[in-house]
């Protein structure tokens, strides 16, 4: 047994990796699938393609190496979090399009919890605040608009399941004794889970009117689940884990205190809380980090920023004052700061620490001396400074201070961007040589379930630097930018009146 | 602008291919025929207008118009649309590729080539006081190293910058050539002879000559046309760089060749 096989159900890609024992890379296999965007707000996944893919990727990437399903010890899974999948049993059809985590079809139901005074019985059970973010609500919307499924879900006549349980099941078997489980770091993230016991919540299930016959099994995130019944047949599947927690995982982030931010479209900042489940913040989501088996839980704290690399994007694609991506970094090098402007990227609201969905997005400090240079670096500042704000709450709320942090993710090429974050966090950044860490992560927990890998120690020797950006900012003008940051994210709390809401609800 | 018949040009003095001046090439006059006429229309023209103007077969037509649109001086208006002259053309004198864009290419390849030669990685663009590094990834043995990224390497004193060099035409050539250590290659007819082997053998070697305790093997990057964009190195202590015949081995060679070869190919496309 060579290799540990890792599957990545992403946003928008499918993606098997086999790694060695050294963790490094073997090879890898990828394939995109659609974005469907029906209605506005919506954004859904075809789950029965989703699956096709995985059926061609794990074969490539296997043929890539020149290995056969002899040559892999375990298999572990990886999936984009709260994208909700309901289906048939029988015929293993999925009776609605999946619904992903970018979907906002639930608000109304979700403004209702917040209403109706639920909000803290909802954070004093599962450590979420009610937001469109998470499955729950998904699958109660699904109840109230796809025919005859509350009836079917109550007869155990239609499944649910996140990513990794669609796959889970249709990897052992299908309709034909496909296995019905979730893990723990997934089912944190439904709003039906109770965090302390890591079971469904019963007053949750009531909550939202979610039969619980429908419901999968919550198992931890390191254990034999079932073999592969066709694909890989035999090899054991003996991890899942969420994609955020995976990258947590993948980054070896061990002790309580470590901490890693995953830089894409958005950003998403998890710190290892330990074992007991941390108090409730205002600020941050309390989640399950990982679940190795009959080990304590480790906690994490996870602060989502929305927009970092769409909002390059948008500089690229909207304002055009960039050919590509990277190429912001050689305009913002033009300039030495931000030339007075503030840049607050809540184009849909703020996501962590201020959890405002009314915010939007502000320039502060134009004046003419202001050109597109500044922009660009103003545009570097906001995602620096965004994660800034969600390291003081962990620090503020939960009494954690960082010692460092691992970053992974495209924008981790950006070496102003990391060199600014490094500044305005006054701790050490460290990039790791292995770039997939969210594939290594759900490698590393399945090879540890089978013995490919002693133990975590086996692991941490695995991880090594490929960069680190050291903190060289003058404690003055961090303390000054802090200040313009949470003064021009005031304006952005402004910036949409009442009015102009009532506005946009007809 | 004239619009008559292209002159004849000539080879510069004393530069001779196999011994005598080839002909024009049709295909190139034919590309700036394509330019001209694009130059000239003032207006985007479709396919057949292009072929048209030049009395050329669409297919011969197609194929010289898509090649100046991958190479970035025809722009294409949608697919299957009209085209322009593109605005590479003006800034031809500025670096075709952007230092941000080579790093953002090469990071898979070049943390994957760190972790298989167990060595530090630059990606270096030329420049004409030496080798700028664009992209720096760690000696992953997790000893204390700093990111050289920004850094200028001497020219004649480093693997990648003699890479850059033996390539060069518009790099002027360091007209002094600083010692780093006893080893640095001081002499121009030394350099000169290194950079022949460099130009026939793909790579360059460097053992102690920048810090004497140091060895580098470096292989250039290829962009459109096989024009060198700048290159790929590895580096670290002599020992765990070369043999004991004081050469790389086969097997790092053929690594550092494979990972240029791959970030050549990104870069094109």
């Given at each position: 047994m ?8 992403g946003t ?19 394939r995109?699938h659609?974005?469907l ?8 996944h075809d ?6 893919n995985?059926?061609r990727?794990v ?11 002899r ?10 979090r709260?994208?909700?999948v309901?289906?048939?049993?029988a015929?293993g059809?999925?009776l609605?399009?999946?619904?992903t985590w ?7 139901l ?8 639920d909000a ?5 059970t599962?450590?979420?605040r009610?937001?469109t ?6 699958l109660?919307?699904l109840?109230?608009h ?7 879900g109550?007869?155990?006549d239609?499944l649910?399941?996140?990513m990794?349980?669609?796959?889970i099941?249709n ?5 034909d004794?496909?296995i ?19 079971q ?7 909550l939202?009117?979610?039969p619980?016959?429908m419901?999968?099994?919550i198992?931890s995130?390191a254990?034999?689940?079932g ?5 890989l047949?035999?090899v054991?599947?003996?991890?899942a884990i969420?994609?955020?927690q995976?990258?947590l ?15 894409g479209t ?5 710190v ?21 088996g009959?080990?304590?839980?480790v906690?994490?704290?996870?602060g ?8 390059v ?10 050919p590509?991506?990277p ?16 840049i607050?990227?809540a ?7 201020r959890w ?6 502000v ?17 570097l ?8 704000e969600v390291?003081e709450?962990v ?8 010692a460092g942090l691992?970053?992974d ?5 950006n ?15 460290q ?20 013995g ?6 086996t ?7 490929a ?8 404690p003055?003008?961090?303390?000054r930018?802090a200040r ?9 709390l402004l910036?949409?009146?009442p009015d102009?809401q009532?506005?946009e609800?007809? | 602008?004239?619009?008559?018949n ?5 080879m510069p003095n004393g ?16 590309a700036v025929?394509?330019?001209r006429t ?7 023209l ?5 072929a ?16 100046l649109?991958?190479v ?5 208006h ?5 085209y322009?002259?593109?605005d ?9 590729l ?6 953002s ?8 080539l760190?972790?298989r030669s ?5 990606v ?19 000893s204390?190293q ?6 200028l ?18 790099t002027?050539?360091p007209?002094?050539?600083e010692r ?17 082997r ?6 360059a070697?460097?053992?102690?000559e920048f810090?004497?305790?140091?060895a ?17 190195s ?5 020992e ?7 050469r790389p081995?086969a ?11 791959s970030?050549?190919?990104a870069?094109?496309?």
């Amino acid at each position: 047994m060579s290799y540990v096989a890792a599957i990545d159900q992403g946003t928008t890609s499918t993606r098997c990796m086999l790694f060695d024992r050294q963790g490094q890379t073997v090879s890898l296999a990828q394939r995109e699938h659609r974005q469907l965007f029906r209605r506005p707000g919506w954004a859904e996944h075809d789950a029965l393609e989703i699956w096709r893919n995985v059926q061609r990727v794990v074969p490539q990437a296997l043929a890539q190496a020149g290995a056969s399903e002899r040559d892999v010890a375990a298999l572990g899974i990886a999936n984009q979090r709260e994208t909700t999948v309901v289906w048939d049993p029988a015929t293993g059809r999925p009776l609605a399009p999946a619904i992903t985590w970018q979907d906002t079809r639930t608000s109304e139901l979700v403004d209702a919890l917040v209403a109706a005074g639920d909000a803290e019985r909802i954070r004093r059970t599962t450590g979420l605040r009610p937001a469109t973010y998470f499955a729950g609500p998904r699958l109660r919307w699904l109840l109230d608009h796809v025919p005859g499924l509350r009836e079917r879900g109550e007869a155990g006549d239609a499944l649910f399941g996140t990513m990794e349980s669609w796959l889970i099941w249709n990897l052992t078997g299908g309709p034909d004794g496909g296995i019905h489980v979730t893990d723990a770091t997934n089912a944190s993230r439904t709003m039906l889970m109770d965090l302390t016991t890591r079971q469904w919540d019963d007053d949750m299930l009531a909550l939202l009117g979610v039969p619980r016959a429908m419901l999968p099994q919550i198992r931890s995130n390191a254990e034999r689940y079932g073999d592969c019944d066709s694909l890989l047949r035999g090899v054991p599947i003996a991890a899942a884990i969420g994609d955020q927690q995976a990258a947590l995982f993948g980054q070896t982030c061990f002790e309580a205190g470590d901490a890693k931010c995953t830089y894409g479209t958005g950003a998403f900042l998890l710190v290892n809380a330990g074992t007991e489940r941390p108090p409730d913040t205002d600020g941050l989501l309390t989640t399950v980090g990982y679940v190795l088996g009959d080990e304590p839980p480790v906690h994490a704290l996870e602060g989502s920023i929305a927009m970092a690399g769409s909002l390059v994007q948008w500089l690229r694609d909207s304002l055009e004052i960039i050919p590509t991506a990277p190429q912001i970094e050689t305009l913002a090098r033009t300039v030495d700061d931000s030339g007075g402007c503030t840049i607050v990227p809540a184009f849909s609201g703020l996501y962590a620490p201020r959890w405002s969905q009314e915010a939007r997005g502000v320039i502060v400090g134009l004046t003419s001396y202001v050109g597109r240079g500044h922009l660009a670096r103003a545009v570097l500042e906001a995602t620096a400074w965004q994660t800034w704000e969600v390291v003081e709450a962990v620090r503020r709320e939960a009494g954690i201070d960082l010692a460092g942090l691992r970053v992974d993710g495209g924008m981790t090429s950006n070496h102003l961007l990391m060199q600014m974050v490094a500044d305005v966090l006054d701790v050490p950044v460290q990039r790791p040589l292995v770039s997939e860490t969210v594939c290594l992560g759900a490698a590393y927990a399945a090879g540890l379930t089978v013995g490919f890998w002693a133990g975590l120690s086996t692991l941490r020797r695995n991880w090594h630097r490929a960069a680190s950006w050291q903190p060289r900012m003058d404690p003055r003008a961090r303390r000054r930018g802090a200040r313009r940051w949470s003064h021009a994210v005031e304006t952005a709390l402004l910036a949409a009146r009442p009015d102009d809401q009532d506005d946009e609800d007809d | 602008m004239t619009h008559g018949n292209t002159s004849r040009s000539t080879m510069p003095n004393g530069v001779l291919y196999g011994g005598r001046v080839p002909g024009n090439v049709q295909a190139v006059e034919r590309a700036v025929a394509v330019l001209r006429t694009l130059a000239a229309a003032g207006r985007p023209l479709d396919l057949a207008e292009i072929a048209a103007a030049l009395e050329l077969p669409k297919t011969t037509a197609f194929g010289l118009v898509r090649t100046l649109r991958d190479v970035g001086v025809v722009e294409q208006h949608g697919t299957g649309g009209a085209y322009a002259l593109g605005d590479a053309l003006a800034r031809l004198q500025q670096t075709a590729l952007d230092p941000h864009d080579l790093r953002s290419i090469a990071t898979n390849w070049a943390d994957a080539l760190a972790a298989r030669s167990r060595l530090e990685v630059l990606v270096t663009m030329p420049e004409p006081g030496g080798a700028r590094v664009v992209h720096h990834v760690f000696r992953p043995d997790d000893s204390a190293q700093e990111l050289r990224t920004g850094d200028l390497l001497p020219l004649h004193a480093t693997a990648a910058g003699k890479v850059l060099l033996a390539h060069a035409v518009r790099t002027p050539r360091p007209t002094e050539l600083e010692r780093y250590s006893t080893r640095t290659i001081t002499q121009r007819p030394r350099l000169d002879a290194v950079l022949r082997r460099v130009r026939e053998s793909g790579w360059a070697g460097e053992t102690g000559e920048f810090h004497p305790d140091e060895a580098g093997v470096a292989v250039a990057l290829r962009g459109y046309g096989g024009l060198v964009v700048g290159a790929v190195s590895v580096r670290g202590p002599i020992e765990r760089v070369t043999g004991r015949d004081g050469r790389p081995s086969a097997g790092l060679l053929d690594l550092v060749r494979s990972t240029a070869h791959s970030i050549s190919r990104a870069v094109v496309t």
